[in-house]
């Protein structure tokens, strides 16, 4: 019996979506020009941020939280199609009548009512400016030698609030877009094997748009400590490590 246990035990703090069963959920406070930002880490490629009384969620996805109790959004942002990013059920209990989705032009085919912007476009929401970068594979492809994330299809988002500018990527790899950003605060770089970066990657991308702090998302069983260790010698950029398996 004591071996099922532990076995047991062993697959629940194991599985990449363990954080399921949360209900309590880490987070950092930024401050601004305009009142601080609260960054909460939900998991995976899901986040939130809290700022000036308006709750921005960011691909909130089912298996990382009951969505069904997190804050109602304000403003829901969608990066791409992928079920764990485009999760329905999760969009639908924090979106209300009031609330602004800001999604891809091949999300808006699953759901009306968005606010779709293209790669490279510039968009105030609520107040809230919001650029999209893109978000694509260079490297990375499937087996029918076609990427995980096609060209001009996917998003990475720029937030800002106050005097702060808040990168979130989305699923990509180390593009020539990302690496050419400039004045980044906050960025929040995938590292999940093998779909998007290696820490190498990410570790290159940093190094070349340089955001003050550096948080490696939607990472699942890759080490986060080979991206401290890559970058331990640059101290201008400060890599915080989260739960976002």
Do not use: W
């Amino acid at each position: 019996m004591n071996r099922i246990i532990a076995l047991i035990m062993l697959l629940i703090l194991t599985c990449p979506f363990a954080a399921a069963a949360r209900t309590q959920f880490a987070a950092d406070t930024i401050k601004t020009s305009a009142g601080d930002v609260t960054i909460t880490f939900i998991g995976h490629g899901s986040l939130m941020f809290d700022f000036a009384g308006k709750i921005i969620q960011v691909d909130p996805f089912t298996k990382v939280a009951d969505y069904t109790i997190q804050p109602k959004a304000d403003i829901i942002l969608i990066t791409h199609d992928h079920y764990d990013h485009l999760d329905l059920p999760a969009l639908n209990s924090v979106r209300t009548p009031h609330t602004n989705v800001v999604l891809t032009e091949t999300c808006a085919k699953q759901l009306k009512g968005g606010i779709i912007m293209h790669n490279r476009e510039v968009k105030t929401v609520q107040g809230i400016k919001i650029e999209a970068v893109p978000a694509y594979n260079l490297i990375h492809m499937r087996d029918n030698n076609q990427p995980f994330h096609p060209r001009d299809v996917g998003n990475g988002y720029i937030l800002t609030f106050g005097d702060k500018r808040i990168f979130v990527a989305g699923d990509t790899e180390n593009t020539p877009e990302m690496k050419a950003l400039r004045d980044i605060d906050v960025a929040f770089l995938p590292m999940n094997l093998p779909y998007t970066m290696t820490p190498e990657m990410v570790a290159d991308a940093a190094k070349a748009f340089r955001p003050k702090i550096l948080y490696p998302y939607h990472y699942g069983e890759t080490d986060p400590a080979k991206l401290v260790d890559l970058l331990k010698n640059d101290k201008d950029i400060e890599v915080r490590i989260r739960d976002m398996r």
